[in-house]
């Protein structure tokens, strides 16, 4: 038996691809090599974390961490306007004419730091578009709280506050807004049924009447008591258990765990009225 790598031993035809691009395929490549736009927000954003030196002149951690979400309104002339809305990591949050990345408008929803400012995914419907970011619990960056202590991580997963709200998309009006003890976690927004979903790095999964920003209810999940792992030195890590992600199915929310600090991770499912 002639011993060969995976897909080596196949003729083309048998490898899941054809043996000869098609045409589309080239044109795919092609277009793909030209960028069309851009647009930065902050000059020299670089991710910096505080373990390695910073580039001269950058700014620290002031990036786009966070999908783009795609949604269009109404324009002047009865048809629509195709827009973009993206925030970055000083927690401001841009809505953008697709074609031409122009700034419709732009809200500051927290104060920036590393580890700060957008990390969820907006969600988008019927004009209203809800967005979280989150910041030290007084309102200010991470790094600079002095009462929390510990590294950067620990201050991100103790010492913060989520700013969530419901904002109109074509203006950045506000419809409602919470604060929410706890960071907000890399889980996107999600809405299904009028429920809008957000996942906390606390582990909780809070839902919400996506019209008024009612609390519906708190699912604790996986996460673990912040208290139970008291905050030590510079080499202190957070431990908890944070929703990393969730999805909405035929009736189920999925929700997905990571740990910080904790062997405590996995998948959840709920059962949704």
């Given amino acids: 038996m002639r011993a060969c790598a995976v897909h080596s031993c196949l003729a083309p035809s048998d490898r899941g691809y054809p043996s000869e691009p098609k045409r589309g395929a080239h044109l795919h490549r092609e277009i793909m090599r030209e960028i069309v736009n851009h647009r930065q927000f902050t000059k020299n954003d670089i991710w910096s974390p505080d373990a390695l030196p910073r580039l001269p002149g950058s700014v620290r ?3 786009v961490g966070i999908p783009p979400t795609l949604f269009s309104i109404p324009d002047t002339n009865g048809g629509t306007r195709a827009l973009v ?8 949050y841009y809505v953008m004419d697709r074609s031409s990345l122009d700034v419709v408008w732009q ?22 578009l809800y967005i979280t970011a989150h910041e030290d619990f007084f309102g200010e960056p991470l ?4 009462l929390v202590g ?4 620990v201050r991100y997963a103790y010492g913060s506050r989520s700013n969530l709200k419901a904002l109109d998309a074509a203006t950045g009006e506000v419809h409602w807004e919470k604060t929410i003890q706890g960071p907000t976690s890399f889980s996107p927004l999600i809405i299904s049924n009028g429920v809008l979903y957000f996942g906390g790095a606390d582990g ?3 839902a919400y009447e996506a019209s008024s920003g009612d609390l519906l209810v708190e699912l604790p999940g996986l996460q673990t008591r912040p208290e139970a792992h008291p905050i030590e030195g510079e080499d202190a890590v957070p431990r ?6 969730m999805s909405i199915s035929h009736g189920h929310l999925f929700v997905s765990h990571l740990g910080f600090g904790v062997p405590l991770g ?6 949704l009225p």
Avoid: C, E, H
């Fill in 61 to 63: 951690d002031a990036d």
């Fill in 85 to 92: 809305g993206v925030g970055d990591k000083t927690g401001n």
């Fill in 107 to 128: 809200r500051q929803v927290s104060q920036g730091s590393l580890i700060g400012g957008f990390q969820s995914t907006a969600a988008y419907v019927d004009g209203v």
């Fill in 143 to 146: 790094f600079t709280n002095p």
């Fill in 150 to 153: 510990g590294n950067q991580s």
């Fill in 204 to 206: 909780i999964v809070r």
């Fill in 240 to 245: 908890t258990s944070a929703v990393a992600s």
């Fill in 266 to 271: 996995g998948m959840l499912v709920y059962s």
